[in-house]
């Protein structure tokens, strides 16, 4: 069973910039995809970004392509996905997810991932 930890989120100004990270736990193995999702006040949880299970392909959703990057690092017992944001704007403010998702690509449909992290928020001040 995995683990999703996320931190890094908090109060920004618009224009700046935040590093969120999420660390999964659990399983000795890295073989699958790691994704970022959103939910604002009042919203649907919506598709940030996805990586596949080696770092070697990526997917941005179109509001946050060019501004936001997806990355991660595997380890033996613990895999970290990060998501660095740059150029933060007020409708970026969410409460950010990570989620893992146990096969080879990339997915962007949040129905099909498996776990889940608590949450950590983004406020981006105008």
């Known amino acids: 069973q995995l683990q999703l930890i996320e931190s890094g989120g908090g109060l920004v100004q618009a224009g700046g910039s935040l590093r969120l990270s999420c660390v999964a736990s659990?399983?000795?193995?890295?073989?699958?995809?790691m994704g970022w999702f959103r939910q604002a006040p009042g919203k649907e949880r919506e598709f940030v970004a996805t990586?596949?299970?080696?770092?070697?392909?990526?997917?941005?959703a179109d509001s946050v392509q060019g501004r936001f990057t997806i990355s991660r690092v595997n380890a033996k017992n613990t895999n970290t996905v990060y998501l660095q944001m740059n150029s933060l704007k007020p409708e970026d403010t969410a409460v950010y997810y990570c989620?893992?998702?146990?096969?080879?690509?990339?997915?962007?449909?949040?129905?099909?991932?498996?776990?889940w992290g608590q949450g950590t928020q983004v406020t981006v001040s105008s």
């Open positions: 659990g399983r000795t193995n890295s073989d699958y995809a």
């Open positions: 989620a893992t998702y146990s096969g080879l690509s990339y997915y962007t449909d949040k129905t099909w991932y498996e776990h």
């Open positions: 990586i596949t299970w080696n770092g070697g392909r990526t997917y941005y």
